[in-house]
């Protein structure tokens, strides 16, 4: 084994064997592969569509009853193609980052549109879908059909950084491109192997869960490596840097604002005044209760929000109530909101506004902030009962 010396310590540096590699995991596959909807009877690309759409930035444990739900209401691509979207939306409620829904809903249509019943497979007509990455495709064709093609996310990035010792950053396009050059070397080894042989399915999806349950994240302490079936040939773990790989990339740093949650009340006073977000963005089109900025008090804040956003509410300037506080996060922002409630005398015409009725509420797609301002509403509003 070729050895090199560095600052004293002695570093392990040759890399591990793709072919054993490939075979270690596919056995440790088959012992400990986790029980999950999507894989449940014959692997359905549909399924497997709507499952890495959900799992984008979000755990596994979350996507599982959406998953279900989605699947009794929508079972096929064809269905889903003719769903309305604001019942996707509704249930795609609490999962967070809605333009992963739109984007569902528009690729399952387009898809349908061009004839399929089920999505296509192949990578590069799948990525032209909207939403649809290297990655995502990848899993589709490599899940879906079996067929050979590399799916690397940020936690296969990690596991084969790790076996490797890759010294890129994580998430730049050097390591990705190592380490898609290993998966498709281990997957290209997948047919040499002794007994049945394995399938690019196993592989991938073993990738995904050794990433997931062993050579997980550094945040709070190490992966479990003495549950990992390449400690034997691991660089990171043989030169004890488990925790040090990847290398992590600079993130932006969090900014702490304060804010107002505005539960303006109609003047029939079973209304609650809404506000459509930008068709572009963070919680795209969607009906929000408004919130802005707090600097100095309220009547300050809120006059110089109206005066930004160019428009005129009329509020009830003796009657101003508060119910509570709330905390939400987007993106690099925490953000943390005191709630009020106010009667509203009048407000701007047009399509970003509208008064929507209290008891129709839980039936509207609404960003996770409004459902914390409604909670406060519900829970601390002494009055709260006349507007049920
Ligand atoms: S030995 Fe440890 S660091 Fe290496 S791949 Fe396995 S869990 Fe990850």
Redesign the pocket.
């Known amino acids: 084994m070729a050895e090199r010396k560095t600052l004293g310590r002695k570093t392990v540096s040759s890399a591990p064997e793709p072919r054993s590699c490939a075979q270690l995991l596919v056995e440790w596959f088959r012992t400990h592969a986790r029980a999950l909807p999507w894989r449940e009877g014959d692997y359905d690309p549909y399924k497997v569509l709507v499952s890495e759409f959900m799992l984008q930035q979000t755990q596994v444990s979350t996507v599982i009853p959406y998953f279900r739900r989605w699947m009794s209401r929508w079972p096929d691509l064809e269905s889903l193609a003719s769903a309305d979207e604001a019942e996707a939306l509704k249930l795609w409620e609490g999962l967070g980052y809605y333009s992963r829904c739109r984007n569902l809903l528009k690729a399952a249509r387009g898809m349908s549109k061009a004839g399929y019943a089920c999505p296509p497979a192949s990578v590069e007509e799948l990525r032209a879908c909207p939403g649809i990455g290297e990655y995502t495709a990848g899993a589709i064709v490599s899940i879906g059909y079996g067929l050979p093609v590399p799916a690397v996310d940020g936690n296969v990035e990690r596991?084969i950084s790790?076996?490797f010792g890759f010294e890129g950053l994580s998430g730049s396009t050097a390591l990705r491109h190592n380490v898609t050059d290993v998966v498709s070397a281990m997957l290209k080894q997948l047919r040499s192997l002794p007994g049945k042989g394995a399938t690019p399915r196993d592989f991938n999806q073993a990738l995904m869960d050794l990433g997931a349950t062993?050579?997980t994240p550094s945040r709070g302490g190490v992966?479990?490596?003495g549950e990992?079936p390449?400690?034997e040939c691991?660089l990171?773990?043989k030169n004890g840097r488990?925790a040090e790989l990847p290398l992590p990339r600079q993130r932006a740093p969090i900014s702490q604002d304060d804010a107002w949650g505005l539960l303006a009340i109609s003047p029939c006073q079973r209304e609650l005044l809404l506000h459509r977000r930008p068709d572009e963005g963070l919680w795209a089109s969607m009906w929000e209760i408004p919130w802005f900025i707090r600097k100095e008090n309220f009547w300050k804040d809120f006059d110089a929000w109206c005066t930004a956003l160019n428009m005129e509410i009329q509020l009830d300037r003796n009657d101003l109530k508060e119910v509570g506080s709330a905390t939400f996060s987007f993106t690099t922002h925490r953000v943390r909101s005191q709630v009020v409630v106010c009667n509203v005398e009048s407000v701007p015409s047009g399509e970003v506004w509208c008064f929507y009725p209290f008891d129709e509420l839980d039936n509207l797609s609404m960003p996770a902030p409004s459902r914390k301002f409604l909670s406060c509403f519900n829970q601390n509003f002494i009055f709260c009962d006349k507007y049920k």
């Open positions: 596991v790790r076996l062993v050579c992966p479990f490596c990992c390449w400690i691991c990171a773990h488990e």
